[in-house]
């Protein structure tokens, strides 16, 4: 069964190889995830190393954690190396996008359905609720026939 054209491998996407394509997601969701939390230890490592701040290692263990406590470490973050900063947090919301990605192939793995047949039930469904709107019978509804929806 054919699923879909995949811009990013420059092939079909389908039955015989739908697992690499997951393991191919999962394994790049997971890469930006530690990519991020390494680049964040990293700069966090930085800065308590050159204690430009008055942060210290047992400020992570001797206070409580609230926004109070946590907003200065960040802005010390941010500011110590903000190349740094902005890479992580794109590597971290670019893990989060593919994260929803693999959630939404999760998806249709669990149903047994293809990104092809998933686009065209919603599609369908759509089509349904407008022709019921304006009255039509969804028995006379086609996915074609576009005088009824038109």
Not at 16 to 25: A, H, K, S
Not at 87 to 101: N, T
Not at 136 to 141: A, G, Q
Request: hydrophobic content about 50%; glycine content about 6%; proline content about 3%.
């Amino acid at each position: 069964r054919f699923d879909h054209h995949c811009p990013v491998l420059n092939q079909a996407v389908g039955e015989q190889n739908y697992r690499f394509f997951l393991i191919f997601l999962w394994v790049h969701c997971a890469m930006c995830f530690y990519g991020s939390f390494v680049m964040w230890r990293l700069l966090w490592g930085q800065v308590v190393a050159n204690d430009e701040h008055g942060l210290s290692p047992s400020l992570l263990v001797s206070r409580p954690l609230n926004l109070k406590t946590i907003l200065p470490r960040f802005v010390a973050l941010i500011f110590h190396d903000p190349v740094i900063t902005v890479f992580a947090m794109a590597v971290g919301a670019a893990g989060f996008g593919l994260s929803v990605f693999v959630g939404f192939h999760a998806m249709l793995v669990y149903r047994g359905m293809t990104t092809n047949e998933y686009y065209k039930w919603r599609d369908l469904a759509d089509a349904a609720t407008v022709a019921a709107k304006r009255g039509i019978e969804t028995s006379k509804l086609y996915i074609d026939d576009e005088e009824n929806i038109s």
